[in-house]
């Protein structure tokens, strides 16, 4: 684990668990509540950076949206630590309260987080241009994860708002 990396996964944990979004022993089951928990904490990890917290992981877009290997061997590592005591130390740059309404809105479960996540990692390579984009993103973003298409449209436009094309979503 890098040096940025292992100085800001523990803390970031510690603030996802603080705000009831993650519980770090769940990290560890083999079960769905396992299954969800690593999930999320990916999800959780890959959108921070559009709030101005990037810990250095590279993405892939995999089955459930962006996979880090390198952060899935890192939170099986930490999840076994104890949590973090006192203050969590993140830079002053991360957009915390920003963050935790993006993803913390109503609604906004695994599926809801996974559509975003996927949003904006498309988000970053196709261009945008106009409400038709914003629907031809929709409906690949459908066609691509079935299991999610309920939140497609929603989370497409709250995402590219965070991207940097809020303009393109209104």
């Given amino acids: 684990m890098s040096l940025l990396k292992s100085a800001l996964l523990p803390s970031f944990i510690s603030f996802l668990?603080?705000?009831?979004?993650?519980?770090?022993?769940?990290?560890?089951?083999?079960?769905?509540?396992?299954?969800?928990?690593?999930l999320k904490l990916q999800k959780l990890v890959f959108l921070a950076r559009y709030f101005g917290l990037d810990m250095g992981y590279s993405f892939s877009l995999y089955i459930h949206g962006p996979y880090s290997p390198d952060l899935a061997r890192d939170y099986y590592s930490l999840a076994a630590a104890p949590p973090a005591e006192g203050p969590v130390n993140l830079p002053g740059a991360f957009r915390r309260e920003e963050f935790l309404s993006f993803v913390s809105a109503p609604g906004r479960d695994e599926e809801w987080l996974e559509a975003a996540a996927t949003a904006a990692d498309l988000a970053e390579v196709w261009s945008l241009e106009g409400e038709g984009s914003v629907r031809e993103l929709t409906e690949h973003l459908k066609k691509m994860k079935p299991h999610v298409a309920r939140h497609a449209e929603g989370a497409v436009r709250e995402t590219l708002k965070i991207v940097g094309a809020g303009a393109r979503a209104k």
């Fill in 17 to 38: 668990e603080r705000h009831g979004l993650i519980r770090r022993e769940d990290l560890m089951r083999e079960d769905e509540r396992g299954f969800l928990s690593r």
